[in-house]
């Protein structure tokens, strides 16, 4: 079975500080990979995805993920942090099981990233 | 254009009655999930519909049905509420098959008292 880990619940980072929240993984075949972010009282928005290729990933906002196969890691990063940048980010692996129709995802417990001014 | 849209926004049941949500896709988009997430946690999948089909089920007891109609919206049914199914109720759609990225709807909070 596919699973995703956060092991920080909080990270806390002074603005304009470079940010990373981490990510591992566990997939049974080739690891499909998605970083979200979300708003209070908001869904989830997409920021980024590893399917294949570079092992850099750039996305939304600035945002931007290092993907690590040896290390099964997928930690999302951001060169310079943005107090609108707070938010709860939910790293996910897409879970096969077979076909291709949809989006069918495992997500990991969620960190909260919170930018100070 | 409208995104993923869902109603209500908040929802408050008695344990033992039954809840449907409600779900409007994306526009062009002709695959509908829901997910649960409760307070803390990550979202969970409950189920995945295509066509009209219930194609993909997470580890959701048969209280949890769901259905899509011919324009691609879909309803979460659930029966005989719990406790426990107090959760943000979380949609997403997306448009045809492949490694793809969701779009999520603002989620229905759902209170059991």
Do not use: M
Request: proline letters at 5%.
């Amino acid at each position: 079975a596919q699973s995703v880990a956060q092991p920080e619940d909080q990270v806390n980072v002074a603005e304009g500080n470079p940010l990373t929240v981490k990510c591992t993984y566990s997939v049974s075949g080739n690891p499909y990979l998605f970083w979200y972010v979300q708003y209070p009282n908001r869904g989830l928005q997409f920021l980024l995805k590893y399917i294949t290729g570079d092992n850099l990933v750039k996305g939304s906002y600035g945002f931007e993920a290092e993907f690590n196969k040896s290390q099964t890691s997928f930690h999302l990063k951001k060169p310079s942090a943005l107090v609108s940048d707070s938010a709860l980010y939910f790293c996910a692996v897409r879970d096969i099981n077979g076909d291709n129709y949809g989006q069918n995802f495992v997500f990991g417990p969620g960190t909260r990233l919170s930018v100070l001014p | 254009d409208a995104g993923v849209t869902q109603s209500p926004t908040h929802l408050i049941k008695t344990r033992g009655q039954q809840v449907t949500l409600r779900c409007s896709p994306k526009s062009g988009h002709d695959t509908v999930s829901w997910y649960q997430q409760a307070l803390g946690q990550g979202p969970q999948f409950i189920f995945q519909y295509y066509e009209e089909e219930e194609r993909q089920r997470g580890n959701f007891p048969d209280r949890f049905s769901g259905h899509q109609f011919p324009n691609y919206s879909s309803e979460l049914n659930v029966n005989a509420l719990l406790l426990g199914d107090s959760a943000l109720y979380l949609c997403a759609s997306s448009h045809g098959t492949g490694i793809i990225e969701a779009f999520f709807g603002q989620g229905t909070r759902l209170t059991v008292v």
